[in-house]
């Protein structure tokens, strides 16, 4: 299974930006995906999940800003970042817990994408 990441840049502070998340393998099912970030010097944190059933989790600090979405028929993930402040600025990652159909469920993760907010 593997996690494709897109849709960082620069953004100016109060703007918006839309990251996409493609799972592609043998999935069974994705029964949680979400994204993570890290900005430099700080530990790796939640941002926000969607189950496969829709329930959503978010991080306090980025509530009522992003949204996360998934399209179950596509194995895509979105997060829809809405008034970003120069804190949001880190690399953001995909995570999901997947039903695979060859080594049962597992955690993956997919590589980066950098989001710098200018203030």
């Known amino acids: 299974v593997q996690l494709q990441a897109s849709g960082g840049g620069l953004v100016q502070a109060g703007g918006s930006l839309r990251l996409s998340c493609a799972a592609s393998?043998?999935?069974?099912?994705?029964?949680?995906i979400g994204w993570y970030r890290q900005a430099p010097g700080k530990q790796r944190e939640l941002v926000a999940t969607i189950t496969i059933g829709g329930t959503r989790n978010y991080a306090e600090s980025v509530k009522n800003r992003f949204t996360i979405s998934r399209d179950n028929s596509k194995n895509i993930a979105y997060l829809e970042m809405n008034n970003v402040k120069p804190e949001d600025t880190a690399v953001y990652y995909c995570?999901?817990?997947?039903?695979?159909?060859?080594?049962?469920?597992?955690?993956?993760w997919g590589q980066g994408t950098q989001v710098t907010v200018s203030s």
């Open positions: 995570n999901a817990d997947v039903s695979t159909w060859i080594t049962g469920r597992r955690e993956f």
């Open positions: 393998g043998s999935i069974a099912s994705i029964n949680i």
